[in-house]
T-cell receptor
Framework: AQSVTQLGSHVSVSEGALVLLRCNYSSSVPPYLFWYVQYPNQGLQLLLKYTSAATLVKGINGFEAEFKKSETSFHLTKPSAHMSDAAEYFC???????????FGAGTRLAVHP | SAVISQKPSRDICQRGTSLTIQCQVDSQVTMMFWYRQQPGQSLTLIATANQGSEATYESGFVIDKFPISRPNLTFSTLTVSNMSPEDSSIYLCTTSRAREGTQYFGPGTRLTVL
């Protein structure tokens, strides 16, 4: 069965610093991987997705993620953090052919001045 | 993408009562999903609802507690039965139209059980 591990439940960065949120997956088949963001008191919004095309995926709000099969990783990065990036970020993997998603535990990103 | 609306957006309920949450999609979809997000937690899939068949429940979730209806291709309901404070969560409806399984989330229903 597929699974996702997000390393670090809380990450804190300074405004303008690099954002790196880690996600490792386990999958017996080529995975479809997703990053979602949840702002306070809001629903989940899709940031980006990997669907076996380009390994470097660009998403909204300046975020990108690189799929590394050898490391079973799909880490999320942003070169320069903004205060508005403060939110909860979830990595997810699609399970098999059923289109249901398995979510990681989430990483809460704090951005301080 | 799909536009999903849920009703109610939030509710406060008494222990032992039931609440039915409605989910409406702006176009016809085959699969709809119901997730639960407990306070400070990640999302857990409750069940998959396909039109014309019984919902498929994940381990730890049963039909008697979370009955689901799927009367047509744009609508589904989730009932939280005989509620207890442990059922206080955000309940989210999603659907997927893309081949790779991208899911689009509704705004969720924030439930508090006293």
């Amino acid at each position: 069965a597929q699974s996702v591990t997000q390393l670090g439940s809380h990450v804190s960065v300074s405004e303008g610093a690099l954002v790196l949120l880690r996600c490792n997956y386990s999958s017996s088949v080529p995975p479809y991987l997703f990053w979602y963001v949840q702002y306070p008191n809001q629903g989940l919004q899709l940031l980006l997705k990997y669907t076996s095309a380009a390994t470097l995926v660009k998403g909204i709000n300046g975020f990108e993620a690189e799929f590394k099969k050898s490391e079973t990783s799909f880490h999320l990065t942003k070169p320069s953090a903004h205060m508005s990036d403060a939110a909860e970020y979830f990595c997810a993997v699609r399970e098999g052919g059923y289109n249901k998603l398995i979510f990681g535990a989430g990483t809460r990103l704090a951005v301080h001045p | 993408s799909a536009v999903i609306s849920q009703k109610p957006s939030r509710d406060i309920c008494q222990r032992g009562t039931s609440l039915t949450i409605q989910c409406q999609v702006d176009s016809q979809v085959t699969m709809m999903f119901w997730y639960r997000q407990q306070p400070g937690q990640s999302l857990t899939l409750i069940a998959t609802a396909n039109q014309g068949s019984e919902a498929t429940y994940e381990s730890g979730f049963v039909i008697d507690k979370f009955p689901i209806s799927r009367p047509n291709l744009t609508f589904s309901t989730l009932t939280v039965s005989n509620m207890s404070p442990e059922d206080s969560s955000i309940y989210l409806c999603t659907t997927s139209r893309a081949r790779e399984g991208t899911q689009y989330f509704g705004p969720g229903t924030r439930l508090t059980v006293l």
